[in-house]
Nanobody, 127 residues
Framework: QVQLVESGGGLVQAGDSLRLSCLAS????????LGWFRQAPGKEREFVAY????????KYADSVKGRFTISKDHAKNTVYLQMGSLKPEDKAVYFC????????????????????WGQGTQVTVSS
């Protein structure tokens, strides 16, 4: 059974930093691409960041490029999202997700390609 457990969310002020973690189990972590997505109230879930199965292919949404960093630690079965220069519009529930295909070389940013999801962690940024 695949499990993804996010942690690290919280309430911060604009300009602050926060690091989210997502611990994975029940899958061959080193074989799967992972993504971070977020969902704000009343909005659809949106792509935030992607890291390929090897950790070498990375992509960010334009809205977070230059402020967020995704990384993958195969030894700890954990994917991180380091968030800096946070803005009130970054407020959302953040989800990590694992791609459905092992060793996928396709950089998929649609939530539909990710069958495995965590429960989410709330990030709130005050102005």
């Amino acid at each position: 059974q695949v499990q993804l457990v996010e942690s690290g969310g919280g309430l911060v002020q604009a300009g602050d930093s926060l690091r989210l973690s997502c611990l994975a189990s029940g899958l061959t972590f080193s074989a799967h691409a992972l993504g971070w997505f977020r969902q704000a109230p009343g909005k659809e879930r949106e792509f935030v960041a992607y890291v390929g199965w090897s950790g070498g292919s990375i992509k960010y949404a334009d809205s977070v490029k230059g402020r967020f960093t995704i990384s993958k630690d195969h030894a700890k079965n954990t994917v991180y999202l380091q968030m800096g220069s946070l803005k009130p519009e970054d407020k959302a529930v953040y989800f990590c997700a694992a791609h459905g295909r092992r060793y996928s070389s396709t950089r998929d940013y649609s939530p539909d390609q990710y069958p495995y999801w965590g429960q989410g962690t709330q990030v709130t940024v005050s102005s």
